[in-house]
């Protein structure tokens, strides 16, 4: 799980994305402003990045617009 060492975790949310690469969009989705970890892995058969992000730094809107603007995934698990 990749950890931002600077970043105050506080409150946490999680969403999880879809994508033909988690390495990819381990990278991407970890880079995004408000993101405090993020770890790979599968779920139903398909590539996944679980990310936990501080809702006071960045809404779920925005954290999918980011995603979305850096083409991170190709679908979104709700939870």
Same mark, same amino acid.
């Given at each position: *799980? @990749?950890?931002?060492?600077?970043?105050?975790? $506080?409150? #946490?949310? !999680?969403?999880?994305?879809? *994508?033909?690469?988690?390495?990819?969009?381990?990278? !991407?989705?970890?880079?995004?402003? $408000?993101? #405090?970890?993020?770890?790979? $892995?599968? *779920?139903?058969?398909?590539?996944?990045?679980? #990310?936990?992000?501080?809702? &006071?730094?960045?809404?779920?809107?925005?954290? #999918?617009?980011?995603?979305? !603007? @850096?083409?991170?995934? &190709?679908?979104?698990?709700?939870?």
């Amino acid at each position: *799980m @990749q950890e931002h060492l600077n970043a105050d975790r $506080g409150q #946490v949310e !999680k969403a999880t994305f879809g *994508m033909y690469c988690f390495w990819t969009g381990e990278a !991407k989705l970890g880079s995004i402003d $408000g993101v #405090v970890s993020s770890e790979p $892995g599968f *779920m139903g058969g398909s590539e996944v990045v679980s #990310v936990e992000y501080n809702p &006071d730094l960045i809404s779920y809107e925005e954290l #999918v617009n980011n995603a979305s !603007k @850096q083409q991170a995934f &190709d679908r979104i698990f709700i939870h």
